[in-house]
């Protein structure tokens, strides 16, 4: 074996990078993984940050930091940020140091001196730009002002792994990524409100992160990497043959600390995926045996017994698509409304009042959900907005029209919340909680008599909900997040389109529902016309087709009251 262990904590420096060796050294790695050099470092070293012309260090159990050029005072060695408890963590930036510790977080200045201290058991800290972020040991993350430690606000995640294996990562100066299990949460500094959860392939066991890539390794020797703004997931390989314990990401390499002694470097190229040069489509949209497609592109097309009959070529995403009554075509980018009517030739746009982040449509209004928790109603007619539902803390995520007068409406709510909304009285009837909590709604459907309305989140499952009387019928747990889920005209069968691009066919009957597998890869969303049409990520849209095998049943209701 060699002279060095293995790494517990990986730092950028320069082209290269530092690692915390549990051989009890600093050892100094260049851009390919070569070690160069070495320092000396106390017993115990778990953690080090660049620290003036030196390295500050944390060990295990020990109440103060510890500079690597530190001098005698009395006969004994200097410290740093002296305290009564252990220091967990610790966070350098130029406006000053904080340390996270078992009874208290503070903020030190560069020169030693306490800024300020909050009581509290914490395990991890970071610095952003006026702020000082905290997560304690029961899952909350405090966001504390640089000024004078005052909490700006706290964020409550829950999970089911505790809070001591969770990893907190800096993305910018706006937004921080934290991994619990394997989830990793982005959350944005200024309102602390989770903006997107994306799912690693197992438990995440160290994170790194830029305004490019958020990159976790996990608990079996995988990296995988993640677009920093949309969540997209980029390259995934194989990095240690088992747990990957620390990462960091330089301006041209990623390096990796696992079991084995020293630090692998991989080139940022390797987080990168060549996309597929065709446009994976966005939405489906049927009414009887015309079907309407838009794709990431921004192209709309309407295709009838399979062939073409018209396209637009709108040079922006499309989010969503509807058909009308009388076949006009209803769509939205994330700052436009569309409206086509047959022939489809002229299409009529008008603007969003704010971005958009849900929509859906009827023959006579759009409802497009925004990130500030509200749902702004435009009359297609006039080209004008009407009025908002002012619903939510957190952002609409999914909208679902139903025949009639109702809506219903998902969000990001760390409580999984869905709202049924009386669009005629612009009241909400029913607020529930159909999934598990630090989960958001991922799509929304009704059957086509708006007597059930499928829900699906990030938590892994589906709720079938009815919306007249606010009640959750039953939830199906499936192995992956839900994206697309469309009832056939009956509303006995739902077909559903997961995360990894599979797909499954939810049957329901008098005795409780079963989920079939179905031999798909590469699926976007799905919408039934006289069967289950799929759209593709490489922008292809085929019927369903194939057998089916048994994958799971539906679990009963459980007991929960509406908030």
């Known amino acids: 074996m060699s002279a060095h262990g293995r790494a517990r904590a990986v730092v950028v420096r320069g082209d290269g990078c530092a690692a915390v060796e549990l051989s009890g050294t600093l050892g100094f790695y260049d851009a390919e993984g070569h070690r160069t050099s070495e320092l000396a470092l106390p017993a115990h070293a778990m953690q080090v940050a660049a620290f003036s012309d030196a390295w500050l260090v944390r060990v295990q159990g020990a109440t103060a930091l510890s500079p690597t050029n530190a001098k005698p005072v009395r006969g004994k060695l200097s410290v740093f940020a002296d305290g009564g408890s252990d220091v967990e963590a610790f966070a350098v930036a130029v406006d000053g140091v904080a340390v996270a510790r078992s009874e208290s ?48 606000g ?17 993305i910018d100066s706006a937004r921080v990524v934290l991994a619990l299990g394997d989830w990793l949460v982005w959350i944005d500094v200024a309102t602390r409100k989770t903006i997107r959860r994306v799912r690693a392939r197992e438990s995440v066991t160290a994170v790194t992160a830029d305004a490019t890539w958020v990159v976790a390794g996990t608990e079996a020797g995988w ?53 597929p040069a065709a446009s994976p489509v966005t939405s489906l949209a049927a009414r009887g045996d015309l079907l309407a497609v838009a794709n990431d592109a921004g192209q709309l097309q309407w295709l009838r017994g399979g062939l073409e009959v018209a396209s637009h070529a709108l040079g922006e995403s499309l989010k969503s698509v509807f058909l009308g009554r009388t076949e006009t075509l209803v769509s939205a980018t994330s700052r ?13 746009p008008f603007a969003l009042r704010a971005p958009l982040t849900a929509f859906a449509a009827d023959d006579d209004y759009a409802f497009a959900g925004t990130d500030s928790g509200s749902v702004d ?93 606010g009640k959750v019928l039953a939830r199906l747990r499936v192995r992956e997040t839900p994206v697309s889920l469309a009832f056939d005209r009956e509303g006995r069968r739902l077909a559903c389109v997961f995360a990894d691009g599979t797909a499954g066919l939810v049957k329901l009957g008098p005795k409780g529902a079963t989920i079939e597998n179905l031999s798909l890869a590469g699926a976007t969303c799905v919408a039934w016309a006289d069967e289950a049409m799929f759209g593709f990520s490489d922008g292809r849209v085929e019927p369903l087709a194939g057998s089916a095998t048994p994958l799971a049943t539906a679990s009963p209701a459980r007991s929960r009251a509406p908030a």
């Open 223 to 275: 990296v995988q990497a993640f677009a920093s703004e949309t969540g997209e997931p980029g390259g995934s390989f194989e990095a240690e043959e088992g747990g990957v314990n620390a990462l960091a990401l330089g301006k041209k390499t990623l390096f990796a600390g696992g079991q084995k002694p020293g630090v692998r470097a991989f080139p940022r190229t390797k987080l990168a995926v060549t996309k």
């Open 377 to 469: 109603v435009y009359d297609l007619g006039e080209s004008t907005h009407v009025t908002s539902y002012a619903l939510s803390e957190a952002d609409i995520t999914q909208l679902a029209r139903l025949p009639g007068r109702l809506l219903v409406v998902g969000t990001g709510a760390l409580d999984g919340r869905v709202f049924v909304v009386d669009v005629t009285e612009a009241k909400v009837l029913h607020r529930m909680e159909p999934h598990d909590e630090a989960f958001g709604v991922t799509c929304l459907v009704s059957d086509p008599r708006g007597r059930i309305v499928a829900s699906g989140a990030d938590d892994g499952s589906i709720a079938l909900i009815d919306p007249v009387k």
């Open 154 to 170: 706290t964020l409550h995640l829950a999970s089911t792994t505790p809070a001591a294996s969770w990893r907190l990562a800096v």
């Open 336 to 348: 436009v409304i569309l409206s086509v009517s047959p022939p489809w030739k002229d299409v009529r």
């Open 105 to 152: 977080v503070e903020l030190w200045t560069h020169a030693g001196k306490l800024r300020w201290s909050v009581p509290g058991a914490w395990v991890a800290v970071a610095i952003v730009p006026g702020h000082v972020i905290s997560l304690a040991t029961d899952g909350v993350l405090a966001f504390m002002t640089m000024r004078d430690g005052s909490t700006a």
